[in-house]
């Protein structure tokens, strides 16, 4: 499959000039989506993925010890329940296992992110709002 790159570019102005956050576009088995939110382009003919641009995880990523909470889904994490809302949880604070830590939005659906483990939180590395990818640390518990 040959990619159109004059295509995506003109998708990805698209986003720009009229503010939106994600566009479709699909002409017969070819299907492409542009994204501000996961900073990436995906294309699909039979189902296959371009991956985004990793270096945008690679800034939330951290190399300390500990255990590592990640993202069951591709989405936008939560760090309370509701805007204004005291936090699920914040650095220091003890956590038991299956304490929910934060919320990933997907489709409109909100799933909670249980801690796989009892511990101490360490650090939280995504920010409210934040588009996640599925596998990216989200919390490391000591």
């Given at each position: 499959m040959k990619i159109d790159k004059k295509l995506?570019?003109?998708l990805v102005d698209n986003l720009k000039d009229f503010n939106?956050?994600?566009l479709e576009y699909q002409e017969g088995q070819t299907k492409i989506?542009?994204?501000r939110a996961s900073k990436g382009i995906e294309t699909s003919k039979t189902g296959a993925m371009v991956s985004p641009n990793k270096s945008v995880l690679k800034n939330t990523e951290d190399s300390s010890e500990g255990i590592r909470i990640k993202s069951p889904i591709i989405g936008t994490a939560y760090l309370a329940p509701e805007p204004g809302a005291k936090?699920?949880?914040d650095v220091g604070q003890k956590v038991k296992k299956?304490?929910?830590i934060m919320i990933v939005e997907a489709m409109k659906t909100m799933n909670h992110v249980p801690s796989t483990s009892d511990g101490v939180v360490n650090k939280i590395l995504v920010e409210d709002g934040q588009p996640v990818e599925f596998g990216q640390t989200l919390i490391?518990?000591?």
């Open positions: 995506i570019k003109e939106l956050t994600e989506r542009v994204s936090k699920f949880v299956g304490q929910t490391v518990l000591k």
